[in-house]
């Protein structure tokens, strides 16, 4: 298998555009992840699912950010208007549920630059 | 209270010598227990896991859990230059949910 499979690598957008960041998790795999990485805050959960149905999204910032998981091999979040504030490294992890022993897996990230 | 604590560093061992690394978790429900490595510019990825409280070895690395004092460490013996990153604790609870304390900076001199 590829691995988990994100895209774009990088994007630069202007304040106020939307923004969809995409992935692929590694096949097989029943649980996806969506992280956001800065400096200051760390590696921040965002959203979860399991088998394409959100479990917790409890971290995503607020009402601009959205994420969907229309079958088991695509996720998207996106940001509609984007703020510079949301520039960050965003990941995407999957993971096999029933084995608690297995870790997340990481794709590539994207870097978004909001200007 | 955050819910995975870890001293942010940066951490200064020099090498050969043996690096010790922290972790605190708030969820009693945690089942197992990740430790990333992150070098600049990539992605997290997998150093060792836990799930049984004791000691877990493999190579220069060993995990330890103490669940009762909801803890987990790692050691690095023989630091060497190559392990120069930030270590990332991130336990996995019983619904699958992983979350990630904000990883200590590790350096290794010369």
């Known amino acids: 298998d590829a691995g988990v499979i994100q895209s774009p690598r990088h994007e630069v957008t202007e304040m106020g555009q939307e923004v969809t960041l995409r992935c692929k998790p590694i096949s097989g795999h029943d649980y996806l992840f969506w992280y956001r990485q800065t400096m200051m805050r760390g590696l921040e959960l965002l959203i979860y699912?399991?088998?394409?149905?959100?479990?917790?999204d409890s971290g995503m910032p607020e009402d601009r950010f959205s994420a969907k998981m229309p079958n088991a091999s695509f996720s998207t979040l996106k940001i509609q208007p984007s703020e510079p504030r949301d520039s960050a490294v965003y990941f995407c992890?999957?993971?096999?549920?029933?084995?608690?022993?297995?870790?997340?897996?990481f794709g590539q990230g994207t870097r978004l630059t909001v200007v | 209270q955050k819910e995975v604590e870890q001293n942010s560093g940066p951490l200064s061992v020099p090498e050969g010598a043996i690096a010790s690394l922290n972790c605190t978790y708030s969820?009693?429900?945690?089942?197992?227990f990740f430790w990333y490595r992150q070098y600049s510019g990539k992605s997290p990825e997998l150093i060792m896991f836990?799930?049984?409280?004791g000691d877990k070895e493999d190579g220069r690395f060993t995990a330890q859990l103490n669940k009762a004092s909801q803890y987990v460490s790692l050691l690095i013996r023989d630091s060497q230059p190559s392990d120069s990153a930030t270590y990332l604790c991130?336990?996995?609870?019983?619904?699958?949910?992983?979350?990630f304390g904000s990883g200590t900076r590790l350096s290794i001199r010369p």
């Open positions: 991130a336990p996995r609870s019983s619904a699958s949910k992983i979350i």
């Open positions: 699912f399991n088998n394409n149905v959100p479990i917790d």
């Open positions: 836990i799930y049984s409280n």
């Open positions: 969820d009693r429900g945690s089942q197992s």
């Open positions: 992890a999957s993971t096999i549920g029933q084995d608690l022993a297995t870790e997340a897996f």
